[in-house]
Nanobody
Framework: QVQLVESGGGLVQAGGSRKLSCATS??????IGWFRQAPGKERQFVAA????????YYADSVKGRFTISRDNANNTVYLEMNSLNPEDTAVYYC????????????????????WGQGTQVTVSA
């Protein structure tokens, strides 16, 4: 049974940092990504990392502030978030896929087969 379990969410002050974890089990993946959904908005891509090679991708809104990394030995992917601002407030979801990803589709939600339950990150002003 495939499982993706996020952790690390919580309340943080603007300018602060937070590190999210996504523990996976059940199978191997080609790509693991993070998406987020703010209140009243659609879910959007944040970052992704290829399991083979570790190539990373970021949304422009988080580039330079967020870092995605992986620990393949422990089947865990991390999202380190720095310089947080209230616009980063959202439920953060971990997603994993087994398909072949290209530079044109890694941010598409429908390319990811498995999703975690989400973890809330709230950034106070």
């Amino acid at each position: 049974q495939v499982q993706l379990v996020e952790s690390g969410g919580g309340l943080v002050q603007a300018g602060g940092s937070r590190k999210l974890s996504c523990a996976t089990s059940g199978r191997t993946f080609t790509m693991i990504g993070w998406f987020r959904q703010a209140p009243g908005k659609e879910r959007q891509f944040v970052a992704a990392i290829r399991q083979l090679g570790g190539v990373t991708y970021y949304a422009d809104s988080v580039k330079g502030r967020f870092t995605i990394s992986r620990d393949n030995a422990n089947n865990t992917v991390y999202l380190e978030m720095n310089s947080l601002n209230p616009e980063d407030t959202a439920v953060y979801y971990c997603a994993a896929g087994t398909t072949y990803y290209t530079i044109t589709n890694y941010a598409q939600q429908n390319r990811y087969d498995y999703w975690g339950q989400g973890t809330q990150v709230t950034v106070s002003a």
